[in-house]
């Protein structure tokens, strides 16, 4: 159950696009679609941006997208704003039918 | 609206034992598998258990297998984790969350706001 790995902090400018990834194995992102992402401002509880992969909720801006190619799965945010500013996870189904989650990646807009 | 509320989290000694609770509403929680998750300090999410609707099929974590018992009671739309011999590495925020099936695991579609647990001499 080792954790997906994702880039401790990525950085952009107001404006700017920024690509998180999310790199699993052929036992998680690999084989299942169920690959999530979680924004998570300080002191708040996380909230769900992407699911199955590329799907938005509803109320989550068209800015946020979603993508995976083979065992890594990638999360984009067009249009950088002050408020994206914020701490990104990425989960994924596993073949053990539990859950598992990325170290999260800091992400700062300049 | 969909609410999880925690609570338990206190501070406890290192083989010390304590129980965490969960109150849901604003949907069917009978319908729904539900998860605990935790973030220790300054750190990334950990996933910990998971508990199908009906309480049947629960899975764990290596890092909290036979220390810890997930189970739910559907009468008072309540999830728990009974958690035992703790080690100051199970100090975290843990929450509360919910799956969008009723078996297995998908994904999490909400979070309640976290009980801190922390493990301490």
């Known amino acids: 159950q080792s954790a997906l790995t994702q880039p401790a902090s990525v950085s952009g400018s107001p404006g700017q696009s920024i690509t998180i990834p999310c790199t699993g194995t052929s036992s998680d992102i690999g084989f299942y679609n169920y690959v999530s992402w979680y924004q998570q401002h300080p002191g708040k509880a996380p909230k769900l941006m992407i699911y199955?992969?590329?799907n938005r909720p509803s109320g989550v801006s068209n800015r946020f997208s979603g993508s995976k190619s083979g065992n890594t799965a990638s999360l984009t945010i067009s249009g950088l704003q002050a408020e994206d500013e914020a701490d990104y996870s990425c989960s994924s189904y596993t073949s053990s039918s539990t859950l598992v989650f990325g170290g999260g990646t800091k992400l700062t807009v300049l | 609206e969909v609410q999880l509320v925690e609570s338990g989290g206190v501070v406890v000694q290192p083989g010390g034992s304590l129980r965490l609770s969960c109150a849901a509403s604003?949907?069917?929680?009978?319908?729904?598998?539900m998860h605990w998750v935790r973030q220790a300090p300054g750190k990334g999410l950990e996933w910990v258990s998971l508990i199908s609707w009906d309480g049947d099929s629960t899975y764990y974590a290596d890092s909290v297998k036979g220390r810890f018992t997930i189970s739910r009671d559907n009468s008072k739309n309540s999830l728990y984790l009974q958690m035992n011999s703790l080690r100051i590495e199970d100090t975290a925020l843990y929450y509360c969350a919910k799956d969008i099936v009723g078996v297995g695991a998908t994904f999490v579609d909400y979070w309640g706001q976290g009980t801190l647990v922390t493990v301490s001499s």
């Open positions: 199955e992969v590329s």
């Open positions: 604003g949907f069917t929680f009978d319908d729904y598998a």
